[in-house]
């Protein structure tokens, strides 16, 4: 039997709304179930993997950076590579590459490659379906 | 001057932040000195029911230790004297009895809105 493929086309950027969230669940459970996953992250969606996030301390909470514990994209993302890669399967997340430039945000962890919208339709192509999370 | 922050778009990235961003600016701002108060409407009223707990998020090998605690941060404002008022009409929308929510938000009913708005110079909805 074919492994499942799935494609995830996202839009919103991190920290901004529910949405990325939902999202990395549902790629999650993709990824626990041993599929192989394609992301393509669009406009804003460019910036969950962006190498440069950094964590910092939250003094309303009255906890410094280490005990914070501040949640980066970026670390979501590559915990979700290695969990593919440890299930059988394999995330391949690609970055729309114009979406970075106008973005700058061109510093992505290793395991992000970029794209054109082409190879959204060549992921939705060969993909059992394909999941559109849009910016609301 | 005297500033509400009116809260709306509830549980808006709260995991990625691990706190409510408005809450969390209002914490900052009372702490610099700011003399503010917070209006919890639609569905940011659900802040202030009792007992609610946020699991913690995991992705692979990636756990998160802080959750978000939106109703302890609420409860920190009250707390440090910010007036937290909730619409009533909210809460009944969303089968929020008084008795699930803590103890300190002040329930109001919306037609107490304007008189309320009026004795903040700055209103910013959020």
Known sequence: MAKTTLTFALMDPPYEDARSTTALRLVDIAARRGYNVNVFAYEGAVFLPFALQKPHANAVHGLDVEAEDHPQTREWVAALIKECERNGGRLDWLNCGLC???????????????????DLWKMAEESDNTLVIAAK | MKTLNIVESAYRATLEEQDDTIVWLTHAMKGAGA???VLMRGNAVSYVVRGQKVPPLAFGAR????????LEDVAGLIAKGVAVYVVNEDLVERGIERTDIIDGPIPLVRSDLPELLDKYPRVWHW
């Open chain 2, 35 to 37: 003399k503010i108060d």
């Open chain 1, 100 to 118: 970075v430039d106008e973005r700058g945000a061109g510093d992505s962890i290793p395991g992000v490659r970029r794209g054109t919208p082409a």
């Open chain 2, 63 to 70: 756990q998160q230790r802080m959750s978000p605690r939106l």
